[in-house]
């Protein structure tokens, strides 16, 4: 069955302490893949997506994610948090088949403390 | 502002009771989506209009729909609510020129009680 699978439900971390959020996909195809984060009260906010070619995409506020197919993998990484990521953060995944609509894994609640 | 606008942000409803949720994509997106995010069942896709038509369905139940007016507005019904109806409903524009460029919206809470 198709899935997209967020292995992590909360993850506390260290101001300035480096982050890493696990992303696993199921798909028959490798499917366009994304992070999102959600800030308490507010909407989803795209960090980065991935369709192709270079594994390793940047995003937005210091975020990075790296594809590897072998793993059926795209986990978020961010090298020195900052208070103000606290937030939900979520993977997605879309199929072009499917008129792009997006498949979200359950969330990573991630709390940053002092 | 995302561009994305939905009202009301918060709604208070008893059981049994309709509710109409009204979203305003982004300024030239034609395509509008709705998802709903409750604790139990995470984000889901919910359905997805592109310019008035009705394109793809999720989860939704038969107790809710929606539609898309020729101002490209949508609203998404829900009727009969049930306590498990509660939740953020999401609504999503796209532009159809940037694949999967989704616009969402900041949601409307429900809670049904």
């Known amino acids: 069955a198709q899935s997209v699978t967020q292995p992590d439900i909360h993850i506390t971390v260290s101001e300035g302490a480096s982050l890493e959020l696990r992303c696993n996909y199921s798909y028959g195809a490798t499917p366009y893949l994304f992070w999102y984060v959600q800030s308490p009260g507010q909407g989803l906010q795209l960090l980065l997506k991935?369709?192709?070619?270079?594994?390793l995409v940047q995003g937005i506020k210091g975020f990075e994610a790296e594809f590897k197919r072998s793993q059926s993998s795209f986990n978020l990484r961010k090298p020195s948090v900052h208070w103000s990521d606290a937030a939900e953060y979520f993977c997605a995944v879309g199929l072009l088949s499917n008129d792009y609509k997006l498949s979200f894994g359950a969330g990573t609640t991630v709390t940053v403390r002092a | 502002d995302s561009g994305v606008t939905q009202t009301p942000k918060h709604l208070i409803t008893a059981t049994g009771q309709r509710v109409t949720l009204r979203c305003s994509p982004r300024?030239?997106?034609?395509?509008v989506y709705w998802y709903q995010q409750s604790l139990d069942q995470g984000l889901q896709f919910l359905i997805q209009?592109?310019?008035?038509?009705?394109?793809a369905k999720g989860n939704i139940l038969e107790r809710f729909s929606a539609q898309q007016f020729p101002d490209l507005h949508s609203e998404l019904n829900l009727s009969s609510l049930e306590l498990g109806d509660s939740a953020l409903y999401f609504c999503?524009?796209?532009?159809?020129?940037?694949?999967?460029?989704?616009?969402f919206g900041s949601g409307t809470r429900l809670t049904v009680v």
């Open positions: 300024s030239g997106d034609l395509s």
């Open positions: 999503a524009s796209r532009d159809g020129h940037r694949g999967y460029g989704y616009t």
């Open positions: 991935y369709f192709s070619g270079d594994t």
């Open positions: 209009y592109y310019n008035g038509e009705e394109r």
